[in-house]
Nanobody, 127 residues
């Protein structure tokens, strides 16, 4: 059983930066594509970014392209989401999730593909 724990959320001013971490335990994180999703109050959970199991493929939602960057550190069983130039509309609970069926060089931003989910970390962008 794979367990995921997110950290790094908090309160930040518009234009600021945060780095979220997703730490895995229970099974090798390197087997899975990992996605970051977010859910704002009253809205559907949406895909933000994902990275393939081999780390060679990344995808981003249009709303975060050029501002967010995803990476993975296999040795630490950790996936990071670096968030820069944050806007108020980035305020949400951020979740990481593992896709157990994705092929090695692929990841998607469809939440229905993901099996294991963390509990989420709150990000608030406000002055």
């Amino acid at each position: 059983q794979l367990q995921l724990v997110e950290s790094g959320g908090g309160l930040v001013q518009p234009g600021g930066s945060l780095r979220l971490s997703c730490i895995a335990s229970g099974f090798g994180l390197h087997y899975y594509a990992i996605g970051w999703f977010r859910q704002a109050p009253g809205k559907e959970r949406e895909g933000v970014s994902c990275i393939s199991s081999n780390g060679e493929v990344t995808n981003y939602a249009d709303s975060v392209k050029g501002r967010f960057s995803i990476s993975r550190h296999t040795g630490k069983s950790t996936v990071y989401l670096e968030m820069n130039s944050l806007k108020s509309e980035d305020t949400a609970v951020y979740y990481c999730a593992a896709d157990v069926l994705a092929v090695q060089a692929m990841c998607v931003l469809d939440k229905s593909d993901y099996t294991y989910w963390g509990q989420g970390t709150q990000v608030i962008v406000s002055s």
